[in-house]
């Protein structure tokens, strides 16, 4: 019954805000979890209560937003950059066999990691190392600004794309900013252009760590998630907290 911890990462480079982690930090991230004995588990893993974690272990779900180009790129000969996120973690796990590479990516259709001819080998790379895509919109809207029209076409359009790469529904969805849409039950479904759309989970860009799935108050729907950064309610900020004894994490029996 103990929380989930859900980090949200959105550039790996230096620059102000939350929104930024450097090289160094995200690499000293992946340390700090395995240390704590985190180890990764999918977003839908979790949400479908299908997580598969040693004994003792406790499950960390790392997200990435908004496709951006040092989330995964590549080098000329085709390899993944070691200093992009993807290339970081890759050796990471090289290291530490247990902690794969195993993240769930929202992306942006019209952006996604820098919108070269390589989007199709990039979304191979990341599904064969174990990890998945997500709905994040297209034009990464403040929802609750839009018509129930323009909201559907966000996000039907964004699993058209997705589907397009060879990912079959039911994707993830993030809400870009963290806001839900005015008519909140768009977020369960609804149908467009003769199909009905559902998500498997709703993430949303705020605290605290997660329910477990366990929990009678779990909700799909309304999952937080924590700003991989060392301020206030950030994945650093929760961590100390965990280790005053507040917010203790699921751990596997």
């Not at 860009?205 to 301020?231: N, Q």
Request: proline share 8%; with cysteine.
């Amino acid at each position: 019954m103990g929380r989930v911890y859900i980090a949200m990462y959105h550039h790996i480079r230096a620059g102000r805000g939350d929104m930024f982690r450097t090289v160094k930090q995200f690499r000293a991230d992946l340390d700090k979890y395995y240390g704590l004995g985190f180890r990764p588990v999918l977003a839908s893993q979790y949400v479908e209560n299908k997580m598969t974690l040693p004994s003792g272990a406790s499950p960390i779900v790392l997200t990435f937003d908004d496709s951006n180009p040092t989330q995964l790129q590549l080098k000329k000969d085709g390899t993944v950059d070691p200093n992009c996120a993807v290339g970081i973690w890759i050796a990471f796990a090289k290291e530490h066999p247990d902690f794969p590479v195993h993240g769930t990516f929202f992306v942006l259709p019209d952006s996604m990691w820098g919108s070269d001819n390589q989007v199709s080998k990039k979304v191979k790379i990341l599904t064969g190392l174990g990890s998945e895509i997500g709905n994040h919109t297209i034009d990464h809207p403040f929802l609750n600004r839009l018509s129930d029209d323009r909201v559907k076409w966000e996000l039907g359009r964004c699993q058209e794309r997705i589907e397009a790469l060879g990912i079959k529904p039911p994707h993830l969805m993030a809400v870009p900013y963290g806001v839900m849409p005015r008519h909140r039950s768009l977020v369960e479904g609804f149908d467009w252009k003769g199909k009905h759309i559902e998500f498997l989970g709703v993430f949303r860009a705020d605290g605290p760590p997660a329910r477990s799935p366990d929990d009678p108050e779990f909700t799909k729907y309304r999952i937080p998630r924590l700003v991989a950064a060392s301020g206030s309610d950030s994945v650093q900020s929760f961590l100390r907290l965990m280790a005053a004894g507040q917010y203790a994490p699921y751990v596997e029996p």
